[in-house]
């Protein structure tokens, strides 16, 4: 069974560092990976999806990378600002019809 | 565009009570879900459906029922509620079952059971 961790839970960094949030899947025979953002009271918002066959995507300040064979990915935000306050999630498919399956999320806390 | 619409917002529910949760998307998306969030779980799938008349069970189906009917609307039913199903539940949808279609989701149905 394909587990997603993410760790830490929660961080918190100073207005404009530059910062890398990690996801890490059990089983590596994954069809894509998605970023998610997820505000306070709010559903969910789709950042970046990164095909199996992809090393990144780039969306702005974010850019998310892929590691397959590692079981690894990672989504790096430049210059980060108070606005980037939320959870930001993973989640990984299995194939080209299958479910996605969820980390539990990263808090990330954007001090002015 | 209003994209994926939940209601009710919030729900209080005693112990044995019925009720159903609400979803309704505007983008003729085929394929819609629903998710409960619970603290330190996770998202976890309820059941899905990739077109009206079509549903399947996801990883947590058990006291939830489902129906689709049309394809804009994607209700949630509890028959009995129970403590536990007190969550977040989260509706979404997108254009086809192809996981690498972008996925949207709603803004979130609390429900509390006492």
């Known amino acids: 069974k394909q587990e997603v961790t993410q760790i830490p839970a929660a961080l918190s960094v100073p207005e404009g560092e530059n910062l890398v949030l990690n996801c890490s899947f059990t089983d590596s025979a994954i069809y894509n990976l998605q970023w998610f953002r997820q505000d306070p009271g709010k559903g969910l918002t789709s950042l970046l999806l990164i095909q199996s066959s992809q090393r990144e995507q780039t969306s702005g300040r974010l850019n998310a990378s892929l590691d397959k064979s590692s079981g690894r990915s990672t989504l790096y935000i430049a210059a980060s600002q108070p606005g980037d306050s939320a959870t930001y999630l993973c989640?990984?498919?299995?194939?080209?019809?299958?479910?996605?399956?969820f980390g539990k999320g990263i808090t990330l806390s954007v001090r002015p | 565009n209003a994209g994926v619409t939940q209601t009710p917002k919030f729900q209080v529910l005693k112990t044995g009570q019925s009720m159903t949760l609400q979803c309704a998307q505007d983008m003729n998306h085929e394929y819609m879900s629903w998710y409960r969030q619970d603290p330190g779980m996770g998202l976890r799938l309820i059941h899905y459906?990739?077109?009206?008349?079509?549903?399947d069970q996801g990883e947590v189906p058990n006291g939830y029922n489902v129906s689709r009917s049309t394809t804009e609307d994607f209700p949630l039913r509890l028959l009995s509620a129970a403590p536990s199903q007190t969550s977040v539940y989260f509706c979404?949808?997108?254009?086809?079952?192809?996981?690498?279609?972008?996925?949207?989701f709603g803004e979130g149905s609390w429900l509390t059971v006492v």
């Open positions: 979404a949808s997108r254009q086809a079952l192809f996981s690498g279609n972008t996925i949207y």
């Open positions: 459906s990739v077109g009206a008349g079509i549903t």
């Open positions: 989640a990984v498919s299995a194939g080209a019809n299958s479910k996605l399956t």
